[in-house]
């Protein structure tokens, strides 16, 4: 397996950038098409490619536009991205224009020995799969595929034989929250240099009754403070921007409300981590199969489409991505919290639960002291 290793050191590609001007990542959804039927997908993902997906000389072009943000982290993502014909192409492409690019292949046979090979050769940086149980019985009933988990452990040990930073994706729901420390251990174990706890939005095929309450997400998040100090691997959280106001109240002291850069370097974050608050529409942006940009993967309120308009002035000049980076705009207690403007809540899981982009996030336990 591949040993656990972090990439501190090496300067984070849009460092320093306001994400008024720039996002940090651009995530790209290639194509819908994808072989599994997870309980959760986003993408509500189907088994054929759609005819309207943008061409791979529209792609180039929105590559010459993206430029203008300088050199934010594409992370190639789908469905299943590994069903375009073209995307050895398109990875070698976004290299060549000096993004850093990375991808999450679906795990099945489709994604083979030589695929992870010539990923390598195209120039990707980082290969992140999916793990939503640290066994075959836990992971391919999430899937709903049997042999999802096989597949997912040949990638990581094509990864570690290509010498591919590996990323490990696990989504945090009712299903597994006793699983949580066996997941560590497994991401541990398959040698990932970051562990991303994506804590579910009820978008997609997600509902309400999957997720989690705010009390236990409090739990986990307190779990995984303790991680970012002795795991061997880096630690994310996906759709619960909290994590900072968590890190922020318990290892610093509970009156400190500056930026998650300051506790460096006594926190395991890698370079290729935001030093600034990454939240929908703020230093992310997505882009659809078809062009249509979104604020998030998880915020879809649609903002233009990459055929007609640059996504660049659309995340610069959209008034919903602007009232997004706006914390003086939240409302209910992430509106009064003092920790808005290193936090401000997942604003998909306002969205999705209250149809609000602007409303508080149900799964952040801090309310009384917000209130206070
Ligand atoms: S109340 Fe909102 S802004 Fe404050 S910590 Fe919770 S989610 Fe973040």
């Given at each position: 397996m591949q040993s656990g290793k972090s990439e501190e050191g090496k300067p984070p590609p849009t460092f320093g950038t306001s994400f008024d001007v720039a996002p940090y990542i651009v995530l790209w959804e290639?194509?819908?098409?994808?072989?599994l039927n997870c309980k959760h997908c986003r993408a509500s993902a189907i088994r054929q490619r759609d005819s309207a997906e943008l061409s791979f000389e529209e792609c180039k072009r929105v590559m010459d536009q993206l430029k203008d943000f300088g050199k934010p982290i594409i992370v190639f993502t789908g469905g299943d991205p590994v069903w375009r014909p073209d995307l050895f192409k398109l990875v070698y492409e976004a290299n060549q224009r000096g993004f850093i690019t990375a991808i999450t292949p679906s795990a099945t046979p489709r994604t083979t020995r030589s695929v992870i090979r010539e990923l390598k050769e195209s120039g990707i940086a980082r290969l992140a799969v999916s793990l939503d149980g640290p066994d075959k019985e836990s992971h391919d009933s999430f899937r709903r595929v049997n042999g999802s988990f096989q597949w997912t452990s040949d990638i990581i040990n094509w990864a570690s034989e290509f010498e591919l930073p590996l990323q490990i994706n696990s989504t945090i729901w009712k299903g597994n929250l006793q699983l949580f420390e066996k997941l560590a251990q497994r991401a541990e174990e398959f040698g990932a240099v970051l562990w991303s706890a994506f804590f579910l939005v009820p978008t997609g095929r997600a509902v309400l009754d999957m997720q989690i309450s705010d009390v236990q997400a409090e739990d986990v998040l307190l779990r995984m403070a303790e991680l970012c100090v002795n795991a061997k691997y880096d630690v994310k959280a996906t759709a619960a921007p909290h994590f900072r106001r968590v890190l922020l109240q318990h290892l610093l002291s509970d009156n400190d409300t500056r930026e998650?850069?300051?506790?460096r370097p006594s926190?395991?974050?890698?370079?290729?981590?935001?030093?600034q608050s990454v939240n929908d529409g703020k230093g992310i942006m997505f882009i659809s199969h078809t062009g249509d940009v979104y604020?998030?993967?998880?915020?879809?309120?649609?903002?233009?489409?990459v055929k007609n308009e640059s996504p660049v002035e659309i995340y610069r000049h959209n008034p919903l991505f602007k009232s997004l980076r706006n914390p003086d705009l939240l409302r209910g207690k992430c509106g009064i919290c003092r920790f808005k403007k290193v936090c401000g809540g997942s604003r998909a899981r306002a969205y999705a639960e209250?149809?609000?982009?602007l409303a508080e996030d149900s799964?952040?336990?801090?309310w009384e002291q917000a209130s206070a």
């Open positions: 290639l194509t819908r098409a994808c072989a998650i850069n300051s506790l926190l395991r974050v890698g370079a290729l981590r935001s030093y604020p998030s993967g998880f915020l879809p309120i649609g903002c233009g489409n209250t149809g609000d982009h799964l952040c336990a801090y």
